[in-house]
């Protein structure tokens, strides 16, 4: 009985050591290897140099180490290759064995923009950054120029685009609104408004007596050099000032908001001058002198503030 009891203990001592042993080498793959992942994808990301390190591949992240083989015979593994990708998937991430590049897949694309440079003797041309080639198979419907709206169809291969149709689009004016004031008057035909440059012709509608400082409204036709030609300028006159006193009836915790003095409302900004002797003694009930203006849709806006002796 001693001896049977004996070697019960003896094979469940034996099962404990054997089980976690098993469990180690089914984690691992059969035979306690690694298992092995293959996939295809784009090339997204990957290091300089000698290319060891972690690679983005359709979202993936691949570890490329000194025993990754690369097979180039279809091009370079680079950004944009369409390559295939043989890995062992360790605890912690993808380490590549081997990755080849496949032929790249051709796709269908459309484009829409601006041609921005045009080589006829090359027969390629730029939309949107891309450059885009074209054959004697190609169907060209209109004639391209530097500025013109083109839609185009195109067999993208890798990173490379070649048109099988570009249509030339008619061109619509466009046309761009903005005020500020006149910072320079080159000559008659040159002005900068707000920073921006405009050009003026003998068609050019002027309402108002222009002078550098006057605030300005423009409309402005884009050029297909992206420079603008002014349609119409409009000179606003400057706003007469208003002064007036009484006591402070309204007074904004930091000051800048709607005040109220003499039982008139105005807006106090950061451009409002109010000396700094001046801010530690406002209070309600302080007489102070208000100097304001009055801009289109904007309320009645201070540009100086000084305390004075209430009548």
């Known amino acids: 009985m001693r001896n049977r009891v004996l070697s019960i203990t003896v094979v469940l001592l034996l099962a404990s050591l054997v089980l976690p042993l098993a469990a180690s080498a089914s984690a691992q793959g059969d035979n306690g290897r690694r298992p092995i992942v293959k996939f295809e994808g784009t090339v997204v990301d990957a290091p300089e140099g000698d290319r060891i390190g972690e690679w983005t591949i359709d979202g993936r992240i691949v570890l490329v180490v000194e025993s990754t083989r690369f097979v180039e015979t279809k091009g370079p593994a680079e950004e944009g290759a369409m390559v295939?990708?043989?890995?062992?998937?360790?605890?912690?991430?993808?380490?590549?064995?081997?990755?080849?590049?496949?032929?790249?897949?051709?796709?269908?694309?459309r484009l829409?923009?601006?041609?921005?440079?045009?080589?006829?003797?090359?027969m390629y041309l730029l939309v949107n950054g891309l450059r885009v080639d074209w054959d004697e198979d190609?169907?060209?419907?209109?004639?391209?120029?530097?500025?013109?709206?083109?839609k185009i169809e195109a067999i993208m291969t890798g990173s490379e685009y070649l048109a099988r149709r570009i249509q030339v689009m008619p061109t619509v004016p466009r046309f761009v609104e903005?005020?500020?004031?006149?910072?320079?008057?080159?000559?008659?035909?040159?002005?900068e408004v707000a920073g921006r440059e405009i050009t003026l012709n003998e068609q050019t509608v002027i309402v108002g007596?222009?002078?550098?400082?006057?605030?300005?409204?423009?409309?402005?036709?884009?050029?297909?050099d992206d420079s603008l030609l002014a349609v119409w300028i409009k000179i606003k006159e400057e706003p007469e000032e208003i002064i007036w006193s009484g006591p402070i009836?309204?007074?904004?915790?930091?000051?800048l908001g709607i005040w109220v003095v003499g039982q008139r409302s105005v807006l106090v900004t950061r451009?409002?001058?109010?000396?700094?002797?001046?801010?530690?003694?406002?209070?309600?009930?302080?007489c102070?002198?208000?100097?304001?203006?009055?801009?289109?849709?904007?309320?009645?806006t201070a540009l100086k503030i000084e305390i004075m002796e209430c009548p």
Request: charge should be negative; proline fraction near 5%.
């Open 288 to 300: 102070v002198a208000v100097g304001a203006v009055q801009f289109r849709n904007r309320p009645l």
């Open 209 to 224: 007596t222009p002078a550098v400082g006057r605030h300005a409204e423009v409309k402005a036709l884009v050029q297909s």
């Open 138 to 150: 190609t169907v060209i419907l209109g004639d391209l120029a530097e500025g013109a709206f083109v």
């Open 178 to 191: 903005f005020e500020g004031p006149i910072t320079a008057m080159m000559d008659d035909t040159t002005w």
């Open 84 to 109: 295939s990708v043989l890995a062992r998937l360790t605890e912690t991430n993808l380490e590549a064995m081997q990755i080849r590049v496949l032929t790249p897949r051709p796709t269908l694309v």
């Open 112 to 122: 829409r923009g601006f041609i921005t440079e045009l080589h006829l003797a090359d």
């Open 249 to 255: 009836e309204r007074l904004p915790r930091r000051l």
């Open 271 to 286: 451009e409002t001058e109010i000396s700094d002797e001046d801010r530690e003694q406002l209070e309600v009930g302080v």
